[in-house]
């Protein structure tokens, strides 16, 4: 469940207000004429199940209340209602299953900045599958995994492809090509200076490693594994689900890729970089077809959801409902 928090310009009080009470999936509002001050206007909050939540999201947006009021929500942990029971019966579909797209976009927006931190996380990542390459260390491998961040700009960019957001496709592309190459160029200086420390060398990359020469071998499992892991990072994503273990299965055809580009180049062992930087590139295309797959069935299984909805509508409440707030059946918005 959302809480949902809304400045209403006083002209537009009473369309919001009403369009609120109409949806069956509200619950809990409270109007406060007059309350808002900056922006001026009435305060109105509600609670609403995430089922119903995009739709009213976009209704309100089809009012235009954000261009001189605003719109706010946040997660609701615990509610203890029967009024919120009886809200999460009469929505249509399942809450887990809810897409609630301005959410989508708002949280992956932000990680397409190509800050300091999302740098150090992915060359620190990146390093440690390179050691864990030499080692022929799967659990230096997995450690790898953890770090890594490249999760957030890949899913900013299936939404962005979705949404049809040419700045954000821009700012996440750019932050996992400078990410990734940052990474391996760092990760080819460590691995030289190691090598000059006497702590590793280019024997070790050579030698049998049974445990993870998986990584510079790319074949239709490659593929497989991409397309897995770009579902189910978008379904966790979605359905508010996303960890560190999601982080994980992204990371597992990545991060080890592009460290062993950077072993296997720092060595000139170029068929070794090759094969990697294949299987970098096959596993980066995959998880983004596929992520992207999974976010367009999503959006047409709610709006076949919602066109139900519609045509079931009780008498009451449609009558309450005015004419211009009706459901857009446009493609989602874009947030920013």
């Keep these: 469940m959302l809480h949902l928090r809304v400045i209403a310009p006083p002209d537009q009080s009473g369309a919001v207000a009403d369009l609120l009470a109409a949806d069956a999936g509200v619950t809990h509002l409270v109007v406060l004429p007059g309350a808002a001050r900056q922006p001026a206007g009435d305060y109105i909050t509600c609670d609403v199940v995430r089922e119903s939540a995009d739709g009213v999201l976009r209704r309100l947006q089809d009012l235009g209340v954000e261009a001189r009021g605003a719109i706010a929500a946040d997660d609701v942990e615990l509610t203890l209602s029967a009024a919120a029971d009886k809200a999460a019966r009469d929505a249509p579909g399942n809450g887990e299953d809810a897409v609630v797209w301005d959410e989508i976009a708002a949280k992956t927006g932000e990680q397409t900045v190509l800050t300091g931190t999302f740098l150090v996380l992915i060359i620190v990542a990146t390093m440690i599958a390179g050691i864990g390459v030499l080692l022929d260390q799967p659990i230096l491998i997995v450690g790898a995994m953890v770090v890594g961040p490249e999760f957030g700009p890949l899913a900013a960019l299936c939404v962005a492809l979705l949404r049809r957001q040419p700045q954000v496709i821009t700012r996440s592309i750019k932050a996992l090509v400078v990410g990734f190459l940052a990474a391996m160029l760092v990760t080819v200086l460590s691995t030289w200076a190691l090598t000059a420390a006497g702590l590793v060398g280019r024997d070790m990359l050579l030698a049998d490693r049974p445990l993870t020469d998986f990584i510079w071998r790319p074949d239709a499992l490659s593929w497989v594994v991409g397309v897995l892991a770009g579902i189910a990072g978008m379904i966790s994503l979605t359905s508010k689900k996303s960890g560190s273990l999601v982080g994980v299965l992204i990371s597992v055809t990545t991060v080890p890729a592009a460290a062993n580009v950077a072993v ?63 459901a857009s059946r446009r493609p989602p918005r874009d947030a920013g």
Excluded at 270 to 276: L, V
């Design 264 to 326: 296997a180049a720092a060595y000139g062992v170029w068929p070794e970089a090759a094969g990697s930087a294949l299987q970098l590139v096959i596993n980066l295309v995959a998880i983004v077809l596929a992520g992207l797959l999974t976010l367009v069935v999503q959006l047409c299984w709610w709006r076949r959801v919602e066109r139900g909805t519609d045509r079931n509508v009780p008498r009451q409440r449609a009558d309450r409902e005015p004419a211009r707030v009706t």
